[in-house]
């Protein structure tokens, strides 16, 4: 890994000539430009996957990799009740029905028991989600998806490069998104990706996300090449409902920056994580995520479970301002379980799609496991830009640790 002591910036490999390069083309966006295609290839090739897809945001790929899928009006999708509100909203946004299957208390991911609970004859997709950078627990759920015919859509946003039983993550479900957003591993601001070994669904997400141009390729997302098709006014050229989901050449630019050192990105992490973890092993209430055998985690954040009100009788809250007042980092808690959040929780969604949602109701108790763990949820940054910025916080943590122990 680089040492970026002397360069704590974002950007270290090849972000600003690439985005020169974009300036000086005369192509800035992925209709005529090189970088969504190389980005593409590039990503494809890396996480072994057919084809790759980019677009906009890591919600626009679980949009268009649901309707790719043909989930449509009145259809169910499970999705974990320990994540973002995107895989929900993204439901939503394909009139589907979200579903939670509720979590393991360990890992915090989706659980496969829960899931096969959930399933009713109006389910079509499951989207089990890497929370945190660990992989849920993936061959019940390919085994249950098989058994009652539905889709798997990994949401691999928070995971890149983690490993599931010796496979790489991305190619285990049907497709896979994942976020190019600014916390993520590899980041470009705002992007996505979505990959697939099926090339019909790598076609119609990328028609979804290209306004439906016809002429969109699975692996082609340049639709002016050839300007005497394109300039002729006989020409028709939308087959397919769509969005405008496209990544911009600068942010492909910057994403295949990253790409190129993505193993020292997500190692970092790791070796950040790893570091936190052993300094938590002093006390008996910071309980990281487990990552079972078999598994690895890429760390996008390090989870732990705080029980210290119980062990030390210190807060939740207090916990936090102990460790920023000592020269630490903010810890962010869990976002909330998504059917309480105000959005779903009081029905905004209804009147989208009246006669799909009318009787639609969420309420808490759903996913109890999931209610426990959310508020105890503490998420330590991994994201250093050198392994020395991170072990100056482990410090500063073992000696808040030290210090409430002596209370
Ligand atoms: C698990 C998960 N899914 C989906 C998303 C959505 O990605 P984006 O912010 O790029 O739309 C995010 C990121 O915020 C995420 O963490």
Not at 159 to 172: A, D, E, N
Not at 301 to 322: D, P
Request: hydrophobic share 35%; with cysteine; charged share 25%.
């Amino acid at each position: 890994m680089a040492d970026q002591t002397e360069n704590p910036s974002k950007y270290l490999g090849n972000e600003l000539k690439y985005i020169k390069m974009v300036l000086d083309s005369e192509n800035w966006s992925a209709t005529t430009g090189n970088w969504n295609q190389t980005l593409e290839g590039a990503f494809a090739k890396k996480f072994g996957a057919k084809y790759a897809v980019s677009m906009n945001s890591g919600t626009s790929t679980l949009h268009a990799a649901l309707e790719s899928l043909g989930v449509g009006p009145g259809d169910e999708v499970i999705s974990p009740a320990l994540t973002v509100i995107m895989d929900t909203t993204a439901t939503i946004h394909a009139n589907a029905v979200p579903v939670y299957a509720d979590i393991n208390a360990d890992t915090f991911t989706i659980d496969p028991k829960d899931v096969e609970r959930k399933i009713t004859d109006k389910t079509k997709a499951i989207i089990p989600v890497s929370l945190y950078g660990l992989p849920p627990d993936y061959d019940p759920i390919i085994k249950i998806a098989k058994k009652y015919d539905l889709a798997v859509i990994e949401d691999n946003a928070q995971c890149f490069l983690s490993t599931y039983k010796g496979r790489m993550t991305g190619t285990i479900g049907h497709m896979a998104s994942y976020s190019f957003e600014n916390t993520k591993h590899l980041s470009c601001g705002e992007g996505g990706i979505l990959i697939t070994n099926d090339e019909q669904y790598a076609e119609t997400a990328r028609k979804i996300g290209g306004h439906g141009f016809k002429n969109l390729k699975a692996s082609e997302g340049r639709v002016r090449l050839n300007q005497d098709i394109f300039q002729n006014p006989n020409y028709k050229r939308h087959d397919t409902l769509g969005w405008n989901y496209r990544l911009s050449e600068f942010n492909a630019a910057i994403a295949m920056a990253q790409l190129e050192r993505i193993e020292d990105l997500v190692q970092l992490r790791i070796d950040s994580a790893q570091i936190f973890m052993d300094t938590m092993k002093q006390c008996d209430y910071l309980i990281p995520q487990k990552t079972p055998k078999g598994y690895t985690n890429s760390y996008y954040t390090l989870g732990v479970v705080y029980n210290g009100l119980e062990s030390i009788g210190v807060t939740w809250e207090e916990f936090r301002k102990a460790y920023i007042n000592a020269g630490g980092d903010g810890i962010y808690g869990a976002w909330a379980v998504p059917y309480l959040e105000p959005v779903i929780a009081e029905r905004k969604f209804v009147d989208r799609c009246p006669w799909v949602y009318q009787d639609v109701h969420y309420h808490s108790g759903l996913c109890p496991v999931a209610e426990h763990v959310q508020p105890r949820v503490m998420q330590f940054k991994t994201n250093y830009r050198d392994l020395n910025l991170a072990r100056k916080k482990v410090e500063i943590l073992s000696q808040v640790i030290e210090k409430l122990a002596k209370k």
